[in-house]
Every structure is written in C-alpha cells, then in structure tokens.
C-alpha cells in the first residue's frame, strides 16, 4: 500500500511516498518554498509520482503536515508537524525520548513517552533567533551559502558572541564583527551557538536521551555538535533530517487506511 | 422559532434575528441584531461564529451596549466609578450605593480586537509612551484620551501591589495625565507564619489576618469616598445586599461553568463563556440585567443538556484554559482545532467565589480581594489551577501569554512545571495572542492541534488497555 506525507514548511515543501507492504520509502522530494503552496505540492508530488511511474490512483492516502498543512485541499487529513516528526523519528530510531527540530520559521522540542508517542512539546517561534531563518540571514550577509556554513563554522577557533536574541539586531551585530575583523568562520560558529543555547533553553534543566535532531537546519554540519553542547547529550541525526516530517505524515496516512483491501482513493 | 444548537456567522445570526423577531422574540431595550454593533465599527464580530440562542444574542448585546448604558445612568444624574485592575471587588462596594454606577476602563483592552484596531487606541498609548512592551489594557488609556468609548468616570480607583507592574506603569500615565485615582493596595498574599492568625479565603488559599485588616483599611477608604460622591454614607445594609446581588450573578456563572463542564456534546461555546466569565466582574454596569440574562442563558443550557444537544462534536477534547485572549477570533479556533473549553482561570475566576456572607461585609469584599488567584504566588495559582483541571477532568492546557503583560513573563513555565508534577502525561501549551491575531493563527493552531492529537493518543491508548 502506498501512502504520501507531505510536509508544507515555511521555506520549503516536501513530499515523501511510503510504501507499507515493502515498508520502504519508494520516493520523496522538496522543492522551495512559494506563496502559492498548495500549487507548489501538487505539481511536486504529480513530478515525484511521474518519475517514479506510478499513478496518483495507487496511493490509498496524503496527510499533510506542517506550517501550510491546511492549504494542501488534496490530501486526506491534516495533522501538526508535531505528532508527524515523532511518529518518523520512532520509525528510524524507536529508543528516542526526545526530539529537537529546527525548521525555516521556529523551533520545537519533544519529550516522547515510551512508546514513542509525544508526551510535551515546547516550542520558539516569537523570534527567528532559534530558527532556520537566523542562518539564511547570516548566510546572506557573509555572503555564503548554506552548504558552505558549516565548514566555515568547523574552521572557527574562537566562535563570536551574539548577544541579542532578535534576529534583525544579531544582523546589527554581525556588521559590527564584520566591521572589527572578526573572521567569517567564527562569526557562523557563534550563530550556529546562539541558535543551539536558543533551543537548549526550550529543554529546560532535564533532557531525557537519546536526543534526535530532525528539520533542516540538522543537515548543516557542525549544528549537531553545538547542539550536544547545548543540550549536554549526544544527539542523533536520523538520515535525511528534512524529511522526517514527511515521512512521518505517510506512515500516518497508512493508520488511515490499515487495511490492506481497502481500495485505492478516488 | 427553534433550532438546533449550532456556531453561526454574524450574517447568519442576523437572518435568524429577522426571523425569530416575526415569530415574536421579544427583547430588552438593548437588544437588536448582532450586525448593528459591526455597523458601528465593532468589525471583529464579521470574523466570529456565534452561538444561535437567542439568550446568547442577549448575552452579547448586553455586553456591546454597555457605553450606551454608561451614558445613560450618567443622564439619569447617576456618578460613575471607574474601578481599575482589582477585578470584581470594587463594584460590590460601590453597587452598595443606588447613585453609583461602576464599570472597569480596564473592559476597553478588547477594543483594538473588537474594532480591528481602527479604533487607533493603542496608538494613542504608543504616543503616551506605553508601548507594545505593555499589557494591551494600555488601550485604555487611548480610551480616555479619545474620550470615545466611556465617559470618563467621576471617580476612578486602581488596586496595586502585588501583580501587574505594568498595570501600575499604565495607570500612573493616566494620573499624570490628568485623571487622579484613588489607590488601594492588595499586598503579595503570603503564607501565615507561626502564631499569626490565618483565614481562610473564599478562593481558597489561606492569608494572615494581618493582610487581610490592611485590605479591609484600603476598601474602608474606598467607601468614605464612594459615601461622598453618593451623598450618603455607604451603609453595612447597601453592602449586605449589593453582595446578594452579586452571589446571585456569581451562582450562575458558576451553574453554567459547572453545566458546560460536565455535558457531552459541549451545550455552549468557549467564547460564550468567556463572555459568562467576565458578568461577574462588574455586571455589565446593570446587576438585574445581568442576572436576568444569565438565567436566560442557564435555561437554554439546561434544555440543550436534557435534549442532549450542543455545539461541538462529543470527542471535542476538554481543555482547560489560562488566561483572556485578546483577539476573541481565538476562542472560535481551540473549537475548530477539536477542543472544547471545560474549564478556565480567565484571571476574574475569583469572581465567580460565593462572597461570604455571614460575617461583615468589608470584610467578605477583603476576602475576595485577597483570594483573587493573581495575589499570590505565581505556584499558589499554579496548584489552584492544578485542582480545578482535576475538579473538571481537563485532558490538556492552554496557558495563554498577554503580551506585555509582567505577569506572564513567567508564569506560563511555572504553571508548566506544576501541571507536569501533578499530571506527567497532560499536553500543555503555551501561546502568545495579539490583539488582533490573525498572522499568528497557523502557529496558534499548530499549538493547539498538537495538544488535541496528544490528548486524542492517550484516551485511544486507555481505551485500547481496556
């Protein structure tokens, strides 16, 4: 049987088919992020269904996820972003008791139950300061690319200190680094730090291990060290962080539909 | 004209008013169409859904009209208190006296979420120096420098002391500008020490007698000054029955929560009862209205209970709520995301505590002043609301943060952490409303539905164990 997630974050849309007989995902893909998110997961998910030769009828169901979710009219059910990354991080890694997730827009934490289920949630998004949207900034201003952040960040030997939790007067900051000398390297270490203690503040004083890291902001190299320092556990990156939302949505979508002889949806 | 319980638009209610007045609806002075009050301005109502009784038309219309009522006791020579922050103590004092009429200024913080901000009364405090690191009941003081939304009181009171710093920030801008207030204190509600005499509050946390004699001090000279502009002192027997008038207002609130609470479907919506909560406080500036309109409204409750009809769906998860919202468009979305409101401490829950009664009445008005959850500690709240999300068999909690407001800066993580100790698999959320929220509702809703999903999982797993 195979069933879709799709997950429509604030800066980017991510489509993952799941099939649940050969308990595989069978393709996925992410396009950026629009104003017209609904077209964007429709023409994204019919691309990422033609290229794998498959015909829309043989998915049994489409939950949607994430900040967009209600704008996805085509699929079955909407469900938060929150119930949908635990339920992808229990599929990889079922020991979890915590997950961290560092989206384009805001930032979470789940504390999960032992069965895998979410038990709390805290979460940022007053500021971009724990988010995603601090790093494209800085990104932006040092003239770099995402790619490029960490390893610019794992040549830092003193990373700066950002002291201001708003995004738009860190930037303030970062030209007055810019402005005494201070290195590219160390200025991107003392971002990705600040964004960690930001996030290391959600925990609160007891993180319960293992910690996994999922989002985007888990890809970029070096965050899941600042991280571990932050939260003081080790933390896991599950493979393919960005798409644990949408992955979780497809196994979902399956609890929809369990039976196997259910017919394809219309 | 019967139909069954249903949320409709303003559109909606207006049809069904036309309606329901040909079929012979008969209605206070102050009834009419929703749809007039969104004429005047009032734009937020053409977001809202509301519920089709007509004891609920009744219920807003008393609450929108409450200018007009202002204005026309003061026509009638009646003097007007303006009481402000203590929530719900003032008016029995003043009530005490028929020459008084009192209402809170403090009511005009909805009016940037029920004009939609066209009002400009936050502007106004922004230009006064009270910006948007304050409480939005800055708005008041927009209210009194327009001069638009209440006539200015002839007597205006303020309670400070133990919370809301920036209350006393805003209040202090009025006096400077010219409106003197008369102030009364309620200190930070301690524990009784080792040989000091405790008493027992009607909200139930325990006081020092000491605290409560410099409460009663501070109400005695609010009474020496209401006896003044009255024109004759305030007796023990005005007291005496302005407290029966407001028990009586109090029982029904506390009827409805208590009906709302423990019927499945859910027999009237949050934003109602938010509405219901706030009766208590300072009745509309009308006791009889008020009692009058919330009978009406037990009524209806009472047959929708019997006819097992209501509003939401019955697995709509109970949660219990923190807090007022600004933009009352939020009381509509915790029922679109598949909650429902069992219970809430709306920061007036101490106005729906029975006055006592069998002793001297300044001394009962000091015990609800006293008890007001607010007065205490941050934790002493925090365990009352623990107690009330068992009384109501909450299944998750919304702490909703005010902007601005000092209070909240911390105590959403206490109330957290408390919640957590007592209930360890209860979903808590904390969310932050604007006065006009309508860029926030994805995360807003985000927040909520996750508490829903989390709430659903668990009683999917009691069930599956059963």
Redesign the interface.
Known sequence: MLCAGIDAGSRCIKVLLFDTRAERVVCAGYAGQGVPQRELAHTLYHDLLRDAGLDAAAVRAIVATGYGRARIDFADTTITEITCHARGVRHHLPDVRTIVEVGGQDSKLMRLNGTGDVRDFVMNDRCAAGTGRFIEVVAERLGVTLDEMGALAGQSRAPARISSTCVVFAETEIVGLLASGAAPPDIVAGVLRAISNRVGAMAGRTVDAPVAFTGGVAMIPGMQGFLEESLGAAVIVPAEPQMTGALGAALLAATLHPREEAGPRA | MMALPEKIDLETWDARHAGLRRAGLTEPWYGGPLGRHAADGDERLRALRFDNAPASLRLWNLVLTEEDRLQEHRDQGKRLVGAMKDLGAVPLLAFAAPELVCFYPDGAWWTPCIMECTDGLLNVADRLGIDDTFCPVRAMLGAFETQRHFPIPDLLTCSTGTACDDFTAIARTLERLGHPILWWEIPHRRTPGPGEESVTLPTGFTAPRAQLTFVKAGLERLCAAFGELAGHPITTGGLHRSILTANRVRALAEELWRLVACATPCPLPALEMLLVDVLPVHFCSDPAETQATLQELVAEVRRRVAAGAGVLAPDAVGVYWVNPVADLRVMNLVEECGARIVGADFMFAHARAEVPVDIEPLEAVAQIALGDPMAGTAQDRARRIGREIARCRAEGLVVSRIPGASHCASEG?VIRDEI?RRF??L????I?VPPVADACF??L???I??VV??AR??RN?ALRRH
Request: net charge negative.
């Open positions: 993580g957590a360890p698999h979903p808590v959320t904390e932050e994805p995360t809703r985000t927040r539905e996750a999903e989390i999982e668990r797993h």
